[in-house]
């Protein structure tokens, strides 16, 4: 049997442990000389324990003496920017989404809590905990349990060990194209649904797991959706037996991305609107109803997304980047990048945060208009249309989130045509990627600001991949097939028509090959 112990004591000094992490033996007082063995005494398993009575037992046997008690609360985010606003506060067993002042509510960590722990310390647990299948720790979001629902039982979390995605070094992009040699891409489409939005809802269908044990008004959850918060949802919620509702609106997502929450049972509303009509009417019904709202207004996703920003620094091995780029529809997101970041400095895991960069379709820009103005007027726009149909929102409900994340990171929005992004999509492609039509979105951000100069030839940059290509092969096919009216779909690459005979195959593949040649 596998030790439990999580720590070392030859990499960590001892210190005072909290609760919920088993001591490895040189942590533990003792009043005798130690047994000849250095294994802990707990009961011994049968081959049929899993790993959830595996974590029962640990905890039984986790010493709970001379430890700080991590928690976190509901506060209004107005709080975060102006502490001296306001001291309303919610447990995160409440069922609430919005201040009295109807402000979006914010996760607060006790982090001088925290703090009892220095950076090496924190740093230390979360890499020991890679790679492993320890519940819940297996998983990218809950190895950081700490700084996401610090109170939550092991055994109400809902995870499918979620996170832990491929930051790959887009080594021929970045020469051939952009004269870079530091580019990196966080693919958090490498997930159980294909995009990064399982970050978030594993912490929110725990919690709400959570609350349907405390016997809370709770009958099922709900979201409204443009594609990947509804498969997220469907997928938690049916590995909880929790039954889930999703508003989507009709003929504006990809089958790929529809067919995901009719598969995992969802009960699936298509209406006729767009995805704003849709929050609009979500919102409506979970005041009236005992469906627990799953959008990102709802901050617990947040908690679970800024695990993405702690993994890119551990990937780095601690080291920050110059830059990270991340697509923005509701703009929880580009928040949640800035939290995880900054609460590695604040904990002194790190010394600095990138700069962020937050990149909109053009035709649904509402954030980069603002940012053009100054900050000084911000209007909802009608969404139109666009390929990067999960952005496709023109009046997110995360606005203050996201800007109070770019004014305190010195950063930047840029914005991307059709055109421009289905290129950029094409030409990352062609180096052996396979993106989604909302990483060409940030892709041409990067393309614009190197081009500029903002970004530098050796300047470490991250680009955010939020989905994974295969949800949206028919824009692809589209694509190639030059098949997208008013675009000219410059780098398609479409399957030649050969006949069925040697010499045309020849022909063609020399004709090919003289091509390549040059």
């Known amino acids: 049997m596998a030790a439990f112990s999580l720590l070392s004591s030859a990499h960590i000094a001892p210190k005072p442990t909290p609760h919920f992490i088993k001591a490895s033996t040189s942590d533990v007082p003792k009043t005798s000389p130690s047994p000849p063995s250095t294994k802990p005494q707990l009961p011994s398993l049968k081959p049929h324990h ?18 700080p008690r991590f928690s976190a609360k509901y506060v209004p985010f107005t709080s975060i920017t102006d502490p001296s606003s306001s001291d309303e506060s919610y447990s995160l067993d409440e069922i609430v989404y919005r201040s009295q002042s109807g402000s979006l509510l914010d996760v607060q960590h006790d982090m001088s809590a925290l703090k009892h722990f220095d ?48 930051l790959f070094w887009a080594e021929r992009y970045g020469k051939d194209f952009l004269g870079m040699n530091d580019l990196w891409v966080k693919h958090c489409g490498i997930s159980h649904t294909g995009s990064f939005k399982d970050l978030g809802m594993t912490v929110l269908v725990s919690q709400v797991n959570r609350l349907r044990k405390m016997n809370k008004p709770v009958v099922g959850v709900g979201c ?30 990809s089958m790929a991305q529809l067919v995901q929450p009719i598969a995992n049972g969802a009960f699936v509303l298509s209406i006729d609107t767009d ?34 920003a702690i993994e890119i620094l551990q990937q780095f091995d601690w080291e920050v980047p110059d830059w990270v780029i991340v697509p923005g529809g509701n703009l929880g997101n580009i928040y949640a990048f800035y939290k995880g970041f900054s609460m590695c400095k604040e904990l002194g895991l790190v010394d600095k945060i990138p700069r962020l960069v937050c990149t909109q379709a ?89 081009r ?10 991250v680009v955010v991949s939020t989905a994974h290509g295969l949800k949206f092969t028919q824009s692809k096919i589209d694509y190639h097939s030059k098949n997208i009216k008013d675009m000219a779909c410059r780098l398609a690459n479409p399957p030649v028509q050969v006949t069925a005979d040697f010499g045309s ?3 063609v593949l020399k004709k090919y090959l003289l091509s390549k040649s040059h």
Request: charge should be negative.
């Open 505 to 507: 195959v020849m022909d």
């Open 362 to 450: 053009a035709n649904a820009n509402p954030l980069y208009l603002y940012f053009k103005s100054g900050w000084k007027d911000f209007q909802p726009v009608k969404a139109k249309t666009t390929f990067a149909s999960a952005i496709q929102i023109g009046d997110p409900v995360s606005i203050d989130r996201a800007v109070y994340a770019l004014k305190n990171s010195n950063g930047i929005v840029e914005e991307a045509t059709e055109e421009e992004l289905m290129d950029a999509m094409a030409q990352a492609d062609s180096t052996g990627m396979f993106t989604c039509p909302h990483t060409g979105v940030a892709l041409t951000a990067l393309n614009k600001l190197r």
């Open 224 to 253: 409204a959706s443009t594609g990947d918060t509804s498969a997220a949802l469907s997928a938690y919620c049916a590995a909880a037996g929790i039954p889930s509702l999703v508003f989507l609106p009709a003929n504006r997502i």
């Open 275 to 308: 995805f704003d009509g849709c929050m609009q009417l979500i919102r409506e019904v979970t005041a009236e109803l005992p469906i627990y709202l799953a959008n990102s207004l709802n901050s617990l996703r947040l908690e679970g997304q800024k695990t993405a």
């Open 119 to 166: 950076g090496t310390y924190w740093r230390n647990l979360f890499d020991s905990r890679v790679g492993k299948t320890t519940w819940p720790f297996g998983s990218g979001v809950w190895s950081k349990k700490e700084w996401v629902l610090p109170e939550i039982d092991d055994d109400d979390i809902i995870s499918a060990f979620e996170g832990n995605s491929n």
């Open 452 to 461: 500029s100069g903002v970004i530098g030839p050796t300047d470490r940059t």
């Open 50 to 67: 899993n790993i959830r009575e595996e974590a029962r037992l640990h905890n039984a046997a986790t010493v709970t003496t001379n430890h």
